[in-house]
């Protein structure tokens, strides 16, 4: 493969956000990127048989995508609970169907009478201490939860069946098959708890924890009791389905050539990852952490503590964002989003590419990512602002044009001797936003496409370092520039009236 030849990816790929059982209805968590976008990418800047690094893996997208697109994926997060959930959905290639529902019979056998009299039992009258089952460690939650320790998650039922599940989990003498029934019993946690909210309108088990969408440990007004049996009993419909739908993308690859995918995992921080990969890397597509909000081992708390994989206080220093109970401050944000970018392209070879999926109201943050890429010899090849198909968090709903939700993806191309952008003149943000809004011929527009353009115009003339700006100006610019907010699209439409436009 001619990877200097590559010609950038410059258009947005519509996001199939649903359609990989693999990767959505297995197991949540906080962010994950559209499969196909991610595997796309991999495709078009890798060949087979390529080392495709994700530093800041997640749920193991990227790693699991470029193992099953015949190359070496790598998966390294420091929450252990992203990577034991990546490690659980690869783990699903290497066990049969038949052993998966015999396992399943058995549990069934076991669990499922007595789950069920716990469930419909009076919780004030369960004796914890009659049955012979581990609890975990009744560990402080953050200080911003609704309850100040774990076992104040749980209602007494909820708590001694999950105790009874995981117990009987551990009996599978098969690694692989024990893993994947960890996998479906994580996934009952998240539902099996006080943060676990039914959507209004819909069926009681319609619904989710509130620590994926509001970010914290809120404790639900009226506590929904779901039966942990059916619900652990349904999370094998999803893993069935995705064990078929991964089994199946491995054969069309066999018949067509040898397939020698693999699959890493590592939790270390990201330095450390350079010095392990040094220079190793085909390509590397990542999603670092955007800052504020998401306090991702705070909010891993649920499920590190009961799988015993809660981090040390070492590798909780080294997350990189914005608060969280060790109260991370902008400014050390902004040096470690910085340093580890430039760690990134210390692990890519040379004439190779490198995806970085990022979006935030702060510009710093953006000069951050794009000065390190200058430092390390890498020019901006592609800028793609992926819009239109977000997913909505609360955040979102409430902030409506205040509130960033598309992505964009920045490409870059690594080659020593490239030359960087040049400081430049004083920069006019009112005339920067005028000229990309009269060139822009559409009738609407995502705010997030506006920033997105105003930073690379910013970093082409070389003055992103004088651009600040604050969201409420950009609205204000808007709006006086004719551009009026339709919140039932979350869009801008050049009308007075929102509706009156087509896409």
């Known amino acids: 493969m001619n990877y200097s030849s590559i010609i950038p990816i410059t258009n ?22 559209p499969f196909n976008v991610v595997r796309d990418y991999i495709l078009h800047y890798s060949d087979r048989g390529d080392t495709v690094i994700d530093p800041f893996g997640g749920s193991g997208v990227t790693a699991i995508e470029a193992f099953l697109e015949n190359r070496i994926g790598v998966q390294n997060d420091i929450n252990p609970l992203a990577n034991f959930i990546a490690s659980g959905i690869v783990e699903l290639t290497k066990v049969a169907v038949d052993d998966i529902l015999d396992n399943l019979i058995i549990m069934e056998k076991e669990c499922k009478e007595e789950l069920t009299k716990i469930h419909q039992s009076n919780g004030s009258r369960i004796d914890i201490n009659k049955y012979n089952v581990d609890l975990p460690a009744n560990v402080k939650l953050p200080s ?22 995981k117990k009987h989990i551990g009996k599978i003498d098969n690694h692989s098959i024990r893993q994947v029934f960890l996998l479906a019993w994580s996934s009952t946690l998240a539902r099996i708890n006080k943060t676990f909210i039914s959507t209004r309108g819909r069926v009681e088990t319609r619904g989710g924890s509130s620590i994926f969408s509001i970010y914290r440990y809120k404790v639900a007004k009226d506590v929904v009791e779901l039966n942990p049996w059916e619900c652990f009993y349904n999370r094998f419909h999803n893993i069935l389905k995705a064990k078929k739908e991964m089994m199946a993308s491995i054969e069309i690859k066999q018949k067509k050539e040898k397939w020698e995918g693999q699959f890493k995992v ?9 010095d392990l990969y040094y220079e190793s890397a085909d390509y590397v597509f990542t999603d670092p952490p955007y800052g504020g909000h998401i306090s991702y081992i705070d909010l891993s708390i649920l499920w590190n503590s009961w799988l015993g994989l809660m981090p040390n206080d070492e590798m909780r220093q080294k997350e990189i964002i914005v608060g969280g109970e060790l109260k991370f401050t902008e400014e050390h944000y902004i040096k470690r989003l910085r340093d580890s970018i430039k760690s990134c392209f210390d692990m890519l070879k040379d004439g190779r590419w490198l995806s970085i999926v990022f979006q935030h109201w702060n510009v710093e943050y953006f000069e951050a990512i794009l000065s390190a890429a200058q430092e390390s010899n890498a020019e901006l090849k592609a800028a793609v602002s992926q819009i239109g198909d977000p997913i909505w968090s609360m955040h979102k709903k409430k902030g409506k044009e205040s509130v960033l939700a598309g992505e964009f993806i920045l490409t870059f191309y690594k080659k020593v001797g490239i030359k960087g952008v040049k400081e430049g003149r004083k920069i006019d943000v009112k005339g920067l936003i005028g000229k990309i809004l009269q060139d ?20 082409k003339y070389g003055i992103i370092k004088e651009l600040r700006i604050k969201k409420e100006d950009l609205i204000d610019l808007l709006n006086e520039h ?18 009156d436009y087509l896409f």
């Open 440 to 459: 822009y011929k559409k009738k609407t527009i995502y705010g997030e496409y506006l920033l997105n353009q105003l930073v690379i115009e910013a970093w």
């Open 12 to 33: 947005r790929i519509p996001a199939n956000r649903q359609g990989a059982k693999r990767h959505y209805g297995i197991h949540p968590y906080f962010t994950r990127r």
């Open 144 to 165: 911003n939860s609704d309850v100040e320790s774990y076992f104040d998650l749980f209602t007494p039922q909820q708590l001694i069946s999950l105790a009874i599940l």
């Open 266 to 274: 590592y939790k270390l921080d990201v330095d450390e990852l350079r």
């Open 482 to 499: 004719g551009w009026v907010y339709d919140s039932k699209n979350h869009c801008w439409c050049k009308s007075n009236k929102p509706h």
